[in-house]
């Protein structure tokens, strides 16, 4: 805002900057005395001062830009017509026998009148012109930060939903899983719901800002897949590797756990044997993460799940990091593998 009202003031100064010297472009050749200067100077300044604020504050906003444009030349054409009569009536009364100069052949003649037209008319709208690129510039300014500020609160207001529609589908995710240990081992299922406390804890309360440090969802992955070991049984296999430091990485929340939920779902079968690898990277300011799985299709009956979850991702990562990611999945020899590189 300060910045915006510097270079109106700068833009301000400029204009009458280049006006103040057009009554001495006009009038280059003759002599400069007090009388001259009020006649062909401050006069005319007062007129130009009337036509550009009269123009800037009010007849644009009423008329330019309601597209009432004929009316708005029309009455421009008034006041210059009238102001350019104004002025030389001023000078015919007031300061034509103070006006002291030695008449030359060319003076009796006379300037051709449709040059002497010429020449006020386009005097007089510069200033008329000016007031129009500085309005249009400032309306243009303003529509473009009302659009702006327009398109961040859609934005805002998708990831809002996007992310109130991830926790209802992780928190379903988790109670199919508690569900199927309830009667294999109640022990595991108390213990699974006392994981799933925490991890609650941190979607509902940390989890609300635009960015949480990558630690913490590392942190919040971990404790995600020790959930998950708790239905396992010894034909799965995990293995997952995480950077020990992130170097302060700051990124948007639960990008990644989508993508270990779908492993878990797809990569896990209960009568071959399987591996979910997960293994994350810092390359600079480039977070990679890979994970790979068995890939075990769901059956028509499995009902586990919404199937949102990647759908979810990619949108995020298509509102948070335009043009800064990359996602790629591939389905290769059985195994399922997701690739995701994002530029903090």
Same mark, same amino acid.
């Given at each position: !805002?300060?910045?915006?009202?510097?270079?109106?003031?700068?833009? *301000?100064?400029?204009?009458?900057?280049?006006?103040?010297? !057009?009554?001495?472009?006009?009038?280059?050749? #003759?002599?400069?005395?007090? @009388?001259? =200067?009020? +006649?062909?100077?401050?006069?005319?300044?007062?007129?130009? +001062? %009337?036509?550009?604020?009269?123009?800037?504050?009010?007849?644009?906003?009423?008329?330019?830009?309601? /597209?009432?444009? $004929?009316?708005?030349?029309?009455?421009?054409?008034?006041?210059?017509?009238?102001?350019?009569?104004?002025?030389?009536?001023?000078?015919?009364? %007031?300061?034509?026998?103070?006006?002291?100069?030695?008449?030359?052949?060319?003076?009796?003649?006379?300037?051709?009148?449709?040059?002497?037209?010429?020449?006020?008319?386009?005097?007089?709208?510069?200033?008329?012109?000016?007031?129009?690129?500085?309005?249009?510039?400032?309306?243009?300014?303003?529509?473009?930060?009302?659009? &702006?500020? +327009?398109?961040?609160?859609?934005?805002?207001?998708? $990831?809002?939903?996007?992310?109130?529609?991830?926790?209802?589908?992780?928190?379903?995710?988790?109670?199919?899983?508690?569900?199927?240990?309830?009667?294999?081992?109640?022990?595991?299922?108390?213990?699974?719901?006392?994981?799933?406390?925490?991890?609650?804890?941190?979607?509902?309360? #940390?989890?609300?800002?635009?960015?949480?440090?990558?630690?913490?969802?590392?942190?919040? !992955?971990?404790?995600?897949?020790?959930?998950? /070991? =708790?239905?396992?049984?010894? /034909?799965?296999?995990?293995?997952?590797?995480?950077?020990?430091?992130? @170097?302060?990485?700051?990124?948007?929340?639960?990008?990644?756990?989508?993508?270990?939920? @779908?492993?878990?779902? *797809?990569?896990?079968?209960?009568?071959? @044997?399987?591996?979910?690898?997960?293994?994350?990277?810092?390359?600079?300011?480039?977070?990679?993460?890979?994970?790979?799985? *068995?890939?075990?299709?769901?059956?028509?009956?499995? &009902?586990?799940?919404?199937?949102?979850?990647? +759908?979810?991702?990619?949108?995020?990562?298509?509102?948070?990091?335009?043009? &800064? *990611?990359?996602?790629?999945?591939?389905?290769?020899?059985?195994?399922?593998?997701?690739?995701?590189?994002?530029?903090?």
């Amino acid at each position: !805002m300060y910045k915006n009202k510097k270079i109106i003031i700068l833009q *301000h100064l400029l204009i009458w900057l280049v006006l103040f010297s !057009m009554p001495f472009i006009l009038s280059y050749r #003759e002599d400069q005395d007090v @009388n001259r =200067l009020i +006649a062909h100077f401050f006069i005319p300044m007062l007129f130009y +001062a %009337f036509i550009f604020y009269f123009n800037f504050l009010v007849l644009i906003d009423k008329f330019l830009f309601t /597209k009432k444009t $004929l009316l708005f030349v029309a009455i421009n054409i008034v006041i210059i017509a009238f102001f350019i009569l104004l002025k030389e009536e001023i000078e015919s009364n %007031f300061f034509q026998e103070l006006i002291k100069r030695p008449k030359t052949e060319e003076d009796r003649v006379g300037p051709p009148f449709k040059l002497f037209i010429y020449v006020q008319m386009l005097s007089y709208t510069a200033p008329l012109l000016f007031s129009i690129a500085i309005k249009s510039t400032k309306r243009w300014v303003q529509t473009e930060a009302q659009r &702006k500020e +327009a398109a961040n609160f859609k934005l805002q207001t998708e $990831l809002q939903h996007l992310r109130y529609q991830l926790q209802p589908h992780f928190f379903f995710n988790s109670l199919n899983n508690i569900y199927s240990l309830v009667d294999i081992s109640p022990e595991k299922a108390k213990s699974t719901i006392h994981s799933l406390g925490k991890l609650m804890r941190y979607l509902l309360y #940390e989890t609300n800002t635009e960015l949480v440090p990558l630690s913490k969802e590392i942190e919040f !992955m971990r404790k995600y897949i020790d959930l998950m /070991k =708790l239905r396992l049984t010894d /034909k799965t296999e995990i293995e997952s590797s995480f950077p020990v430091s992130q @170097n302060g990485i700051q990124i948007a929340p639960l990008l990644f756990i989508s993508l270990i939920e @779908n492993a878990f779902k *797809h990569g896990v079968s209960a009568n071959k @044997n399987s591996i979910i690898s997960i293994d994350m990277t810092i390359k600079g300011n480039i977070v990679d993460f890979t994970i790979e799985n *068995h890939n075990f299709p769901k059956q028509d009956n499995d &009902k586990s799940g919404s199937g949102i979850g990647l +759908a979810n991702l990619e949108k995020r990562l298509q509102l948070l990091y335009p043009n &800064k *990611h990359t996602f790629e999945k591939e389905l290769k020899a059985g195994v399922y593998r997701v690739n995701l590189k994002i530029e903090t």
